[in-house]
């Protein structure tokens, strides 16, 4: 069964504070994508993730792959409420172009 | 920027009626899909299509659903005949099926919220 799995599913955190979003899914695959997802809005695209090692930043957000472990990581550094959202692993299993979905992570961060 | 557009961004209706949903993918875009998220939980599969066909679709996906590219520009969505758990947000998504740089990356519209009453 192709499954996608996040951890946690909620987290609260204080402004300036660092942490890690895990995903782990079930089934060899080369392509990880993370997504926000605002209240009420559409599901905006942070990274692709291509090859096991690859590591992309943008801004606070950093996210890494590791295709041996199906393991990839959202990790944030210095939160600021901006970042406050839902986050979305999805893979794309067998080339198929079916994205399959984590159950996101509400992050709240308070001032 | 071409963006995926979504019309209605918010539909109610009865359970039993059928509705359709509107979308306008990105106009180069080969590839289309729909997604639905019920309120509060993950945003799940339901088809693919290209070249005037489905590609792929999800369990999800039954009888009740129907796709069709009725023109060059609209990809629709019908519900035959609606139940309250067809409740959710429909996101439409295009891609143009390349592999530039590796990446297929799909774009998603702003959702259609079906609320069945």
């Known amino acids: 069964e192709l499954k996608v799995e996040q951890n946690p599913l909620f987290l609260s955190m204080q402004e300036g504070k660092n942490y890690t979003i895990y995903c782990n899914y079930s089934t060899t695959s080369d392509r990880l994508y993370w997504y926000r997802q605002d209240p009420g809005k559409s599901l905006e695209s942070l990274f692709v993730?291509?090859?096991n090692g690859a590591v992309k930043q943008e801004g606070r957000l950093m996210a890494s792959l590791d295709t041996k472990a199906r393991l990839s990581t959202l990790h944030i550094t210095a939160a600021v409420h901006d970042l406050s959202a839902t986050y979305f692993c999805a893979v794309d299993f067998d080339s198929n172009y079916q994205l399959i979905w984590g159950a996101g992570t509400k992050l709240i961060i308070k001032p | 920027e071409p963006e995926v557009t979504q019309t209605p961004s918010h539909q109610v209706t009865q359970m039993g009626q059928e509705v359709i949903l509107r979308c306008v993918p990105i106009s180069n875009h080969l590839y289309f899909y729909w997604y639905r998220q019920i309120l509060g939980q993950k945003v799940e599969f339901l088809v693919s299509?290209?070249?005037?066909?489905?590609?792929?679709k999800s369990e999800i996906f039954d009888d009740q659903f129907s796709v069709e590219r009725p023109d060059g520009s609209n990809f629709t969505l019908k519900i035959r005949s609606t139940k309250l758990e067809d409740s959710a947000m429909y996101f439409c998504?295009?891609?143009?099926?390349?592999?530039?740089?590796?990446?297929?990356?799909?774009?998603f519209g702003p959702g259609t919220r079906l609320t069945v009453t």
């Open positions: 993730l291509l090859s």
């Open positions: 998504a295009s891609s143009d099926g390349s592999w530039q740089g590796g990446v297929h990356e799909q774009y």
């Open positions: 299509f290209y070249n005037n066909e489905i590609s792929e």
